[in-house]
């Protein structure tokens, strides 16, 4: 991965400290936590709480919330706590705050992945925008030289194109409100060239053309392109590949959950990256970290929701 400094210009943001001040530029975010009673996720709210950034609305089990505030000598004491035992219901009270405008931001605690999703997916009730609900992280890699977007690591296993269309959108509009004027996306495959035998290829090439044609507007599209062509400017040189994305990227394009999840886990345990992370989609900016993540990519995916 190219260590050469690039442009920082377009609004692009070099570390994930740099949230902290969009997110101090911004109004105050309220924070709605579904089944609060976890010990990873009171700590993280705790600490953006301590910075300024959100005020927290804790769903869940009272006693217990404050057991675990006992434990970890945090403070809770000036947060509004709910009391609901039953997991599902407290889904659904947290989804409600946010869908009636009571809450900014909807965050999943100590509850399964499926049990917290049924709540936000609920037709009725839910917090339900588009088509598509989709998973994007922001990195923090020692060697490149500003902030790198991944899309999708986590919700849709095997994106077809219409639905590669729709997480790009909501990767591109998430990033414009975080500031990037026009975000310069790769679309990765194996290969750049266009080959019919790999379907991420022709992906690749037609949201390209979407891009070039205003179908996708507010970005700088560019695939397929190979990883090391998206992140590297002098192997996009040594390939002779002329592009405005190719070694410059701010969001990568994945094809598909396994290439996702091996990058963003790559990125993680191998190159001590630092992570924020959000599920785009619906009505709100949704927290939901994995069991894996460190507590410093936890507080940086709150204070990246409290950004927007």
Known sequence: MTTTTGTTGNGCLTKLSDLNEL??????????????????????????????LVEAILVGNEKKIHEIAGKLNLDVSQMRIINEEVDANSVKIAVSMVRNKEADILMKGNVPTAVFLRGVLDKENGLRKGDVLSHFALFEVPTYHKLLGLTDAAMIPAPDFKTKVALTVNA????????YAKPKVAVLAAVEMVNEAMPATLDGALLSKMSQRGQIKNCIIDGPLAYDNAVSAASAKHKGIVSDVAGDADLLIVPDIEAGNILYKAFGFSANAKLAAVVLGAAAPIVLTSRSDTEESKQASIVMAAAI
Do not use: P
Request: hydrophobic letters at 45%; proline letters at 0%.
């Open 23 to 52: 997110a101090r530029k911004s109004k105050k975010k309220r924070l709605a936590v579904a089944v609060a009673h976890d010990e990873h996720c009171l700590e993280a709210i705790c600490a953006v709480d301590r910075m300024g």
């Open 172 to 179: 591109v509009e998430f990033m414009n409100k975080l500031g």
